[in-house]
């Protein structure tokens, strides 16, 4: 089958006058520019619609990433924040507090493991960040306890929250909301589990 392609139509794409003896040809074409087109979409809905991750926060001196929290059941009256905090100044500084909207109260703590019980505490002093030196505040470790939650904390949403450094000064970041047991800001959940005792004795309630 011959299909003729007029005079004018060639010209309007910089061709001489041609004939195209074969449809195959023409349904190749097609089928090309329609997968490139596709794959143009596919990739502009991704972008739409991937969860955007909290982005680093600077204050003075010091870097602050993968700030995330995990969502809390009802009823619920204490929560956790988590991120890392990097010194890549020369003096040290410390985290001696924070705020939140959805919190009465944010403290520093730490948790440890004393004599086969998992203990907590809040550090008076605050948490210290050495220069060049990276602090990670996770689930186990140092963390910022949310305490008198207004809410529950639900997976998916953004948590503004107010660091205050000792020289650096106060800083907002958001907390990504990861499901009940996350382990980190991806996500993960704990996929072990630790028989422990838990003491509370050092906590201000």
Not at 146 to 174: I, N, R, Y
Request: proline share 4%; no cysteine.
């Amino acid at each position: 089958m011959n299909i003729l392609i007029t005079r004018n139509e060639a010209l309007k794409n910089g061709a001489e006058w041609f004939r195209v003896t074969d449809v195959k040809q023409i349904t190749e074409v097609t089928m090309i520019g329609n997968a490139r087109l596709l794959a143009s979409a596919a990739l502009l809905v991704g972008l739409l619609v991937a969860p955007a991750r909290a982005e680093d926060v600077k204050a003075g001196d010091l870097v602050i990433s993968q700030a995330w929290s995990r969502a809390t059941p009802g009823g619920a009256k204490i929560g956790g924040g988590y991120l890392t905090i990097e010194n890549k100044g020369s003096t040290p500084d410390r985290l001696i507090g924070g705020s939140a909207d959805v919190a009465g109260k944010v403290e520093v703590h730490e948790m440890a493991m004393n004599k086969g019980v998992m203990t907590m505490r809040p550090l008076e002093n605050g948490l210290t960040i050495e220069p060049g030196k990276t602090v990670k505040l996770a689930p186990g470790g140092y963390h910022l306890m949310l305490e008198d939650l207004k809410g529950p904390l639900k997976k998916g949403e953004k948590l503004p929250l107010t660091l205050e450094f000792e020289k650096a000064g106060k800083v907002t970041v958001s907390l990504d909301v990861e499901g009940v047991g996350a382990q980190g800001p991806a996500g993960g959940s704990s996929s072990g589990h630790m028989d422990m005792k838990m003491d509370h004795s050092g906590m201000k309630m």
